[in-house]
Nanobody
Framework: ELQLVESGGGLVEPGGSLTLSCAAS????????MSWVRQPPGKGLEWVSS???????EYSDSVKGRFTIDRNNANSTLYLTMNGLKSEDTAVYYC?????????RGQGTQVTVSS
């Protein structure tokens, strides 16, 4: 059974940093494009970043230069390092299989940016 379990969220002050992790199981992780998507309060899902199975990475304009997506295929884990956090980054963050908003998503982890 495919499982995606996100962790690492929390409350952080503006300008701070967090690293999210996503533990994947039940599928051949190394062959999948993986993405991070988020849902701000009261809004729909929005794509944040993708790490393609061929090796390329892509970011939304809103996070480019501040966030870094990475993956460890040996332990089937996806990461999102977030620096320079802003209040508008407040959202539930999900990892997902595939590009864009993805096909399968985990339960999410809450990130709140507030002073």
């Amino acid at each position: 059974e495919l499982q995606l379990v996100e962790s690492g969220g929390g409350l952080v002050e503006p300008g701070g940093s967090l690293t999210l992790s996503c533990a994947a199981s039940g599928f051949k992780f190394q062959y999948y494009t993986m993405s991070w998507v988020r849902q701000p309060p009261g809004k729909g899902l929005e794509w944040v970043s993708s790490f393609y199975s061929a090796g390329g990475r892509e970011y939304s304009d809103s996070v480019k230069g501040r966030f870094t997506i990475d993956r460890n295929n040996a332990n089937s884990t996806l990461y999102l390092t977030m620096n320079g956090l802003k209040s508008e980054d407040t959202a539930v963050y999900y990892c997902a299989t595939g590009s864009g908003l993805g096909t399968n998503r985990g339960q999410g982890t809450q990130v709140t940016v507030s002073s």
